[in-house]
């Protein structure tokens, strides 16, 4: 049930979410109990304007008001779902799965919590499929006799699959990609039910604040963003671990809590966040205000520092290359943008002063027009870099090179544990070019009537580069790679 090795944890500051794994590898409910005590039921206006005292807000990325979300589904008549988004999706986030491994009762209390505020009937906890979490959160469910109305769901993990609407898909059994329309879960979520979605994080924080009480919460933390904050600190920190904080916390103390340099630059918010230079980090506080004052975006609470091994430029130039392969191809800015971008970003590298332009000009083009956030995150990622290290920007395009290798510092996810992947067409929009076929011969035939015939097998290894590229060609944008 619980693997050998769990996320290590650190706390700077009073524990809150943390408690108790000082001494543990897993609070089990007897054990969640002694520490956390049990939250007492109350009715939604009474959750909603709890939160309210606090500015609760999502930790999945988005900061929406938590109190905001609870209403908008508390008056439907309808049936109603929790949702809680533990599937990160980010290679460089692990609090959702330290959560689910080490202290799961906090997130199935603040979920059934949730839950008996809206009268739902059900609670939805969705997760990396296999993942070290999605056992040890089943286990929780088991212990507290709850199978009739908590419901673990393991999905196929890839960079997008943490969207809320892809999410939702997933849950629903369908491919996890973001819908081709925004459709808000609170209207249509699980089965089409009115669903209160939110990440796992929230959901624990609403337990501690459900049983601290509002002013106990806030004694900690500042008065803005009262509380504590979980933050994956890892790249060149030779300490890394998931470290729960108090807001306003300066950021330089929590590297030196994981024995890491600012270096080159500090990556914050993930690969959807941005690069801040060691300038701007070194005065950072840790906070949604204080990072994004520092000129940066806390986002999931991801903190990658980069040290002074590696390349910078090259660094973002492998994430950037994963981030287009991670697109569902669903819109022409992300199926076709993202890999302009990261071909500039290779050019930089390379010594392509044209490039610089080019880059700027591509990544603007994507922003405010795909399907989901993709386009725009990935533009802001690469788009930091340029801020953050004008230095190596000039020394690639005198030589070619900064002279330092491309250490893999920014973690990505292992080739060989990538998730099969099939070609699939929407036949709504499929209308017979035939171009398909003679871009991936081995992977595609023309009906008798022209129209593409698929394999219903995965799609091996070496004709995945031919299949992606087949799908950026295709006119009608009717071909996906569909992960599963």
Excluded at 132 to 148: C, F, I, K, L, P
Aim: charge should be neutral.
């Amino acid at each position: 049930m619980i693997p050998y090795r769990v996320p290590p944890v650190r706390q700077l500051g009073p524990a809150r979410l943390t408690a108790g794994l000082e001494d543990c590898r897993r609070m089990d409910l007897a054990a969640h109990r002694a520490m956390h005590g049990t939250a007492a039921s109350m009715s939604a206006e009474e959750l909603a304007a709890l939160a309210d005292e606090v500015d609760l807000r999502g930790r999945g990325g988005a900061a929406f008001p938590f109190a905001r979300k609870l209403r908008a589904v508390m008056d439907k008549r309808a049936e109603k779902v929790v949702l809680v988004n533990a599937a990160e999706g980010e290679p460089a986030s692990s609090k959702d799965t330290m959560l689910l491994t080490r202290t799961p009762h906090l997130v199935i209390e603040g979920a059934l919590l949730a839950a008996g505020a809206i009268n739902a009937k059900q609670v939805v906890i969705a997760t990396v499929k296999g993942g070290m979490g999605e056992s040890s959160v089943a286990a929780a469910v088991e212990e507290r006799g709850v199978g009739d109305r908590v419901r673990v769901v393991g999905i196929v993990e890839r960079f997008i699959s943490g969207e809320g609407g892809a999410l939702v898909r997933s849950v629903n059994g369908l491919v996890g990609e973001p819908p081709g329309r925004k459709v808000r879960a609170v209207e249509s979520g699980v089965n089409g039910l009115p669903t209160l979605l939110s990440n796992a994080e929230t959901f624990a924080q609403l337990a501690v604040l459900a049983t601290l009480g509002a002013e106990r919460y806030a004694d900690v933390g500042t008065a803005r963003e009262p509380g504590t904050v979980l933050l994956t600190v890892g790249g060149s920190a030779k300490a890394p671990a998931v470290v729960e904080v108090a807001t306003g916390t300066p950021l330089y103390a929590v590297l030196d809590a994981c024995q890491a340099s600012l270096g080159e630059g500090v990556l914050l918010g993930g690969y959807h966040g941005g690069w801040l230079h060691p300038d701007a980090a070194v005065v950072a506080t840790v906070s949604r205000q204080g990072i994004t004052d520092a000129g940066g975006q806390l986002g999931a609470g991801i903190i990658v520092p980069l040290g002074t091994e590696t390349c910078p430029l090259g660094e973002t130039t492998r994430v950037a290359k994963y981030l287009a392969e991670q697109s569902s191809g669903q819109c022409g800015p992300c199926r076709l943008g993202l890999p302009d971008i990261a071909r500039s970003m290779s050019e930089i590298v390379n010594g392509s002063a044209a490039a610089l332009d080019e880059l700027r000009h591509r990544a603007a083009g994507v922003k405010g027009r795909g399907a989901c956030f993709h386009p725009d995150g990935t533009s802001r990622f690469v788009l930091s870099a340029l801020g953050a290290f004008p230095d190596d920007i000039e020394e690639h395009i005198l030589n070619g090179t900064c002279g330092r290798p491309v250490k893999g510092v920014l973690p990505l996810p292992p080739q060989e544990n990538d998730p099969e992947v099939r070609l699939t067409v929407d036949w709504t929009r499929c209308q017979g070019h035939g171009l398909c076929a003679k871009l991936a011969p081995d992977l595609i035939h023309l009906d008798e009537h022209g129209y593409p015939v698929l394999s219903r097998d995965a799609i091996p290894n070496q004709f995945r580069r031919m299949a992606r590229r087949t799908v950026e060609m295709c006119p009608a944008l009717a071909l996906r790679v569909a992960t599963g």
